[in-house]
């Protein structure tokens, strides 16, 4: 539950700065300085969010795997049924680890958007575009009802 609310205050922080630079972008606030300082804030908070994301869901991969260990322990001292509990839990466990891996391939592929805008040098923007339309479909595939 930490996790969650530390993630959402990177979130709203970046997108306060995001509405901020945008408000600047189509004329509502006239200062291009204060354009660009926001613009650059939040690119970076969005790389901090970034790079806790990844190691969160690292973390919860780390945790599902050795809840499946301690699970398939159990496994063998059971009955027929609690067996089939079992694997359904495991089953579970596989889907949620399964949503991790996709999530942080998505978010490691926007990493690539996010240092092309801090510096294009650091990352070429037909690249970091590509990656990006890649990150947008496993999005669009994460959320597709099954």
């Not at 037909?126 to 990150?135: D, G, P």
Request: proline share 1%; aromatic share 12%.
């Amino acid at each position: 539950l930490g996790d969650v609310y530390k993630r959402q205050g990177l979130s709203g922080s970046f997108f306060l700065m995001d509405h901020l630079y945008w408000a600047c972008k189509i004329g509502i606030i006239k200062d291009k300085v204060l354009m660009n300082k926001v613009d650059y804030a939040s690119n970076w908070i969005w790389l901090v969010e970034i790079f806790f994301t990844l190691l969160n869901n690292g973390l919860e991969i780390n945790l599902i795997n050795q809840q499946i260990k301690r699970i398939g322990k159990l496994k063998t001292d059971n009955s027929a049924q609690d067996d089939q509990k079992i694997r359904e839990q495991i089953a579970n466990f596989e889907s949620d680890k399964v949503e991790l891996w996709l999530d942080s391939a998505k978010t490691a592929l926007d990493l690539t958007l996010c240092v092309n805008y801090i510096d294009e040098k650091l990352f070429p923007k037909h690249l970091a575009t590509y990656f990006s339309a890649i990150s947008s479909l496993i999005g669009l595939y994460m959320v597709w009802p099954s």
